[in-house]
């Protein structure tokens, strides 16, 4: 049996080739993107750098909740996961990468290279000027240069020191012959902390990248429903890869449960996700309180993304209850792949809901080679470093304690 | 010809279905086995067919979308339309957001109560029943396995039994 991936000259190619188009796509989209429409001021290539972040944030966010996720198979010392951990652990390897994009937009931002946050506008904060906004100088404090990015470089650099951690005590615990497990409860005791501090951070993350768009807006559910979405699109990268490595001949001590667990995984997130989401819209419209509803009321009544909005709830709930509901679909591995894929897309559309309204306003594209190209270009670079990574390590862990346990899993 | 009820106890899962295993592989039928607590994986070596229960649950779950579904139309719109929050009266669909909390909790309510009364009633559990438990012993460490053999049969039953590491076997 073949325990050590091989990353193919064709997916190389194939991963080139993708990122290739997201180059054109880059150009393409900053050169295209230079018109300045009236009614939005400071507009400087918002579209291009819009993408830029929801591409990066949604990337990011699957390499994060996989981290997530690889921290929970550890603190829970769960048996089933163990064969598909060096899937897991290949997902979170993109993590500094999708950080350091993050960052990268959060420092240009800063320098006043594009003007997505509002916030970030010296002007807003001069009594006097065109762009002065007393509710922004509220905050002024939450968003002043030291406590924002002293946040932002706190969680960045904490949690991509957890992710190199795991993976660098896994690798460890192959080679030692140990059979106390001493580096595995480690890991147990390193995921316990790092679940700790994600628990506080991943929500304080989500209200500093993303709920800061619309500045003006708060939501308590935002935290949660941001982390639902990257948890579920982790969960589908894993299952997707994990069938497919099956399929060209690995991973042959993958049970058939384990898969079967997948599917319960993506069931009950997307469940999460679709709660957390109508939850969110039901308290705002029900209460209908100026401030709250302006963040729906932009979305579905003043910039026309009506479908896009519907569509996506639509969707992301509706496919994986109707097709993964009975037992007979989570052991299938076309059903998976189908409502698998489809909604991975559709929570890229969810990232692009959060985003684009704020950042766009009205002037938004979808199936342009702008949104089409950028998207194609971040999948190959994922798939590039998820890929590479998977070839650099065995794909059966050695010397776990639970290793025996997942491959004899019976559900 | 008579037949005889057969006890075969394990102290431990894995050697029950080993034992399982061997007695189905002599073409016998296993009748029943009694445990502490659920072994996976011993259902389709003995053949217990796929439950219903999902099913049952699912109809249930529909009947209690629909039960508050009706219940709210009734109470707010049809017998005495009431305004709440400024929301648009005298229409279901329009309202539509506010009712999806209740729909849900009266779902979850019915296919859990029910799907649970359901299996009470199909495995006969309830206060005052006989138990069909043959040995106490399988409420606590005991792994029991129910077997009803021809005469003929008894003896290499018992050696399947003991080689497989049953702990007892007892004949009634």
Known sequence: MNQTFTFTDKAKRFCYVLMGIGLVGLIWGYVRDSYVPGEMPNYSHNRFWANLLVNSFFFMGISLAGTFFLALQYAAEAGWSITIKRVIEAVTCFLPIGLGLMLLILVLGKFGVHHLYQWMNPAVYEKGNAAYDPEIVHKKGYFSLAFFFGRTLMYIMVWGFFQRLFRKRSLEADLSGDSNYLVHFKNVRSAAIFLVFFGFTSSAMSWDWLMSLDVHWASTMYGWYTFAGMWISAIITITILTIWLRGQGYLQDVQQSTIHDLGKWMFAVSFLWSYLYFMQFMLIWYTNVPEEVTYFYDRIHEFGYRWTMWLAFAINFSFPMVMLMSRDAKRNKSFLLFVGSCIFFFHWLDVFNMVMPATVHQHWQLFRPTEVFMFLGFLGLFLFVVLSNLAKAPLMVKNHPYLEESKHLHT | ?172
């Not at chain 2, 659920?38 to 070596?45: L, N």
């Not at chain 2, 249930?60 to 579904?69: E, I, K, P, R, V």
């Not at chain 2, 043959?134 to 039953?157: A, H, I, S, Y």
Request: charge should be negative.
């Open chain 2, 1 to 172: 010809m008579s037949k005889v009820t057969v006890h075969g106890i394990y102290d431990d899962d894995e050697q029950l279905k080993n034992g399982a295993i061997k007695i189905v592989g002599m073409g016998l039928h296993v009748k029943e086995v009694f445990s502490p607590f659920p072994v996976h994986g011993i259902d389709p070596i003995i053949g217990v067919k796929r439950t219903l229960l999902p099913i049952t649950s699912f109809i249930y779950g529909c009947t209690g979308a629909l039960l508050a579904t009706w219940m709210m139309w009734y109470m707010m719109i049809s017998d005495w339309p009431t305004e709440i929050g400024g929301k648009p009266n005298f229409t279901y669909l329009v309202n539509w957001p506010a009712f999806i909390p209740i729909t849900f909790e009266s779902t979850v309510l019915c296919a859990a109560h029910g799907m649970a009364i359901t299996f009470f009633i199909r495995s006969w559990l309830m206060p005052g029943v006989t138990p069909k438990n043959p040995d106490l012993r399988t409420t606590d460490n005991k792994f029991l396995m129910l077997l009803e053999v021809n005469q003929d049969d008894l003896g290499r039953v018992q050696s399947a039994l003991k080689e497989t590491g049953a702990s007892e076997v007892n004949v009634q």
